[in-house]
T-cell receptor, first 108, second 114 residues
Framework: GQSLEQPSEVTAVEGAIVQINCTYQTSGFYGLSWYQQHDGGAPTFLSYNALDGLEETGRFSSFLSRSDSYGYLLLQELQMKDSASYFCAVKNFNKFYFGSGTKLNVKP | NAGVTQTPKFQVLKTGQSMTLQCAQDMNHEYMSWYRQDPGMGLRLIHYSVGAGITDQGEVPNGYNVSRSTTEDFPLRLLSAAPSQTSVYFC?????????????FGDGTRLSIL
């Protein structure tokens, strides 16, 4: 089976840096994705890591270590609009399995 | 630029009723999928399709059917609604099933079963 673990909630101050961790157990692994979801909205794609290392996209970066079954999403220069839930998702062949999400609260 | 369109946005059903949630995309994407999201939880895959005429089960397929007769449309059918199926349903599409291709989500259907 598949299982993913993320912290349920994180709070940070505007302008700061925050890291959201994701550990996973899966019978097959193709890659790790990250999605953002604002309250009442649809998830939107942030990043995907298939290989070990860091991927950077603007203020967001995502890291993967396949040997540790671990990844994280790094958000820099936090803005109020970054307040949302963040989900990691494991890709196993053609299926995606999502974690329960981390609610990020950004405070002024 | 419509993207992924889901209808209806809201629906209330009685236990035992059947209905179809519609999903259409105009991006010529091969991969389409249905998820349900319960309060405070992540998305769980119900069914997916890698192309017209091809469907497969996801993590929680029981009580749901799908078909993919065209590239554009991927309807989800609830056969006999149960209160446990009260949830928000999201349809998504991507150009392929590769994870590096972003999944584009519709706005969701909020379904309540009484």
């Amino acid at each position: 089976g598949q299982s993913l673990e993320q912290p349920s909630e994180v709070t940070a101050v505007e302008g700061a840096i925050v890291q959201i961790n994701c550990t996973y157990q899966t019978s097959g692994f193709y890659g790790l994705s990250w999605y953002q979801q604002h309250d009442g909205g649809a998830p939107t794609f942030l990043s995907y890591n298939a290989l070990d290392g860091l991927e950077e996209t603007g203020r967001f970066s995502s890291f993967l270590s396949r040997s540790d079954s671990y990844g994280y999403l790094l958000l820099q220069e936090l803005q109020m609009k970054d307040s949302a839930s963040y989900f990691c998702a494991v890709k196993n062949f053609n299926k995606f399995y999502f974690g329960s999400g981390t609610k990020l609260n950004v405070k002024p | 630029n419509a993207g992924v369109t889901q209808t209806p946005k809201f629906q209330v059903l009685k236990t035992g009723q059947s209905m179809t949630l519609q999903c259409a995309q105009d991006m010529n994407h091969e991969y389409m999928s249905w998820y349900r999201q319960d309060p405070g939880m992540g998305l769980r895959l119900i069914h997916y399709s890698v192309g017209a005429g091809i469907t497969d089960q996801g993590e929680v397929p029981n009580g749901y059917n799908v078909s993919r007769s065209t590239t554009e449309d991927f309807p989800l059918r609830l056969l006999s609604a149960a209160p446990s199926q009260t949830s928000v349903y999201f349809c998504a599409s991507s150009s392929t099933g590769n994870g590096n291709q972003p999944q584009h989500f519709g706005d969701g259907t909020r379904l309540s079963i009484l």
